[in-house]
């Protein structure tokens, strides 16, 4: 799996998965000084059929990966790259070193890719990618 920092914002590529994947990308000071802060992402599903989509954080030691204002933004791409679905999470208020959301979505995606994001204070702080379809 191909992951590249850029701006502070860390990516990974796209896991390969028949709308069921799991996919995870270090962050923060701790993914530096070795300490792994994780942000991961988990789409369930068969085929496009999307059963629940969501995404969390969590930090070993809370000084590596401490987050305040927290949010997960998921946004589901057809083939084409066009944007077809979104959400953003509620807000987790105040500073935290592990949080996660879910949506609960019963139905067909296009194929495609879904990316899902760690906000914290409004700023993408690290992004996973799954295929769908």
Do not use: H
């Amino acid at each position: 799996m191909a992951m590249a920092t850029i701006l502070g914002i860390t990516t990974v590529a796209a896991s390969p998965a028949s709308a069921s994947a799991y996919s995870c990308t270090g962050y923060g000071y701790g993914y530096s000084w070795g300490y792994p802060s994780q942000f991961c992402g988990q789409t369930i599903g068969s085929g496009t059929y999307v059963q629940t989509a969501g995404a969390g954080f969590s930090a070993p030691i809370a000084w590596a990966g401490w987050l305040s204002n927290t949010r997960v933004r998921a946004e589901f791409y057809n083939n084409a790259g066009q944007l077809y679905w979104s959400a953003t999470s509620s807000q987790q208020n105040g500073g935290s070193a592990v949080g996660a959301w879910k949506w609960y979505l019963y139905r067909y995606m296009q194929s495609g890719y879904v990316k899902y994001t760690l906000l914290s204070n409004g700023a993408d702080i690290a992004s996973v990618y799954q295929r769908i379809g």
